[in-house]
């Protein structure tokens, strides 16, 4: 059984860096059969799929356009965890982020399972 | 990016009821769209994916249909456990993947 375990602050100040880790159980994160995406959720602007990484003899990179060249996704094999780091955040960034899988790798597919959230507030 | 429309926004119903809730895309996303069950402080939960396919685990009162641009999810018989809101998703393709705005099933 698939299981995501997030961790990281909850609070970030304008300018700075959020970053939060999501810690894999049941799986591997260099599955060939899996990619490991961050989303969030806010009022705002609803339910946003930020990026995602997956494994297929190499590791790929895939990022929305509205956080492109803010956002870094990181996998950590000897600790079976990824990252998300998100650059100079303002008070719009705030929402709550969850980690989630989609059981592809290389393709597009649903998300099967997701973390329990982080509610991430930018705020000084 | 391919944007996805829910309606109703809110629904209200009761037990036992059938109930439908419609999203449609932008532009064609054949049958690459996922339905999500959220309830009020957990995380989004799979229901059903490829346009009618059941998660498992799921109840079998739930079922979704459509293909290209237009989808439904229907609950045949409502139970109090699915009082919650509702959110199709688009992976046709990944450049982003995008959701609908929701739709809240409410107690009538």
């Known amino acids: 059984q698939l299981q995501l375990q997030q961790s990281g602050p909850g609070l970030v100040k304008p300018s700075q860096t959020l970053s939060l880790t999501c810690a894999i159980s049941?799986?591997?994160?260099?599955?060939?059969?899996?990619?490991w995406s961050w989303i969030r959720q806010s009022p705002s602007r609803g339910l946003e799929w930020l990026g995602r990484?997956?494994?297929?003899?190499?590791?790929?990179?895939d990022y929305a356009s509205s956080v492109r060249g803010r956002i870094t996704i990181r996998p950590d094999t000897s600790k079976n965890q990824f990252s998300l780091q998100l650059n100079s955040v303002t008070p719009e960034d705030t929402a709550m982020y969850y980690c989630?899988?989609?059981?592809?790798?290389?393709?597009?597919?649903?998300?099967?399972?997701w973390g329990q959230g982080t509610l991430v507030t930018v705020s000084s | 990016d391919i944007q996805m429309t829910q309606s109703p926004s809110t629904l209200s119903a009761s037990v036992g009821d059938r109930v439908t809730i419609t999203c449609r895309a932008t532009?064609?996303?054949?049958?690459?769209l996922a339905w999500y069950q959220q309830k009020p402080g957990q995380a989004p939960k799979l229901l059903i994916y490829?346009?009618?396919s059941l998660q498992t685990g799921v109840p079998s009162r739930f079922s979704g249909s459509g293909s290209g641009t237009e989808f439904t999810l229907t609950v045949s018989s409502l139970q109090p456990e699915d009082f919650a809101t509702y959110y199709c998703?688009?992976?046709?393709?990944?450049?982003?993947?995008?959701f609908g705005q929701g739709t809240k099933l409410e107690i009538k």
């Open positions: 998703q688009q992976y046709r393709s990944y450049s982003p993947y995008t």
């Open positions: 532009q064609s996303i054949d049958r690459w």
């Open positions: 049941g799986d591997n994160v260099s599955s060939n059969t899996a990619a």
């Open positions: 490829d346009a009618s």
């Open positions: 989630a899988s989609s059981p592809e790798g290389g393709g597009s597919s649903e998300f099967d399972s």
């Open positions: 990484t997956y494994y297929l003899s190499r590791w790929y990179y």
